[in-house]
Structures are given as structure tokens and as C-alpha cells.
């Protein structure tokens, strides 16, 4: 998987992944959460916990899920595999 960075439809860079240096976690705020969902180590946004509820997630606040860009969803302490949400983003 590659990942492009791009502005104004013009073409950056591109970013390869797994790369030692960028290996950190991203902060739990990085997204201006205030929803007590996380996502992928993230507490969410308002607006991104209402695009995934209404496409499944479930709404129960101090959880937390792994969500994979299929739309797959783990409940991050139990393990348990949720419903899907559908394919998130095109490949």
C-alpha cells in the first residue's frame, strides 16, 4: 500500500509504509476527539462517529474498535468481530 499526499490535485510525494522513523502512535486528541469512541487508537471527531454510526458502529460511548478499510470491525477489548460497515474507501 501506498499512501499519496495530495494538494490541489497535484502530486507531492509519495509515502511508502513501514518506515522505522514515522513508526510511532498517533496521539489519542490527533483527531479533536470528544466522543469517547476510538477508533484505531483514536478517539473520534463528532463528525466521523456520526458518518461510521450511521453505517453501523456502534454508538456506546468508552469503546474502543479496530475498523479495517474493508469495513471490518473488532471490538478492541474483547476481540469480538462486529457487524460490517461496508467498504470504506476504494482500492
Given at each position: 500500500?501506498?499512501?499519496?499526499?495530495?494538494?490541489?490535485?497535484?502530486?507531492?510525494f509519495f509515502l511508502q509504509p513501514f518506515i522505522e522513523e514515522l513508526n510511532y502512535p498517533m496521539p489519542e486528541k490527533c483527531a479533536g476527539g470528544n466522543t469517547g469512541i476510538f477508533v484505531n487508537g483514536r478517539e473520534l471527531h463528532q463528525k466521523d462517529f456520526d458518518l461510521l454510526a450511521s453505517r453501523g458502529l456502534p454508538t456506546d460511548r468508552d469503546r474502543s474498535y479496530i475498523v479495517e478499510i474493508s469495513g471490518r470491525v473488532l471490538d478492541e477489548d474483547t476481540g469480538e468481530e462486529m457487524d460490517s460497515l461496508g467498504k470504506l474507501a476504494p482500492t
Open positions: 500500500m501506498v499512501v499519496l499526499l495530495v494538494t490541489f490535485m497535484q502530486l507531492l
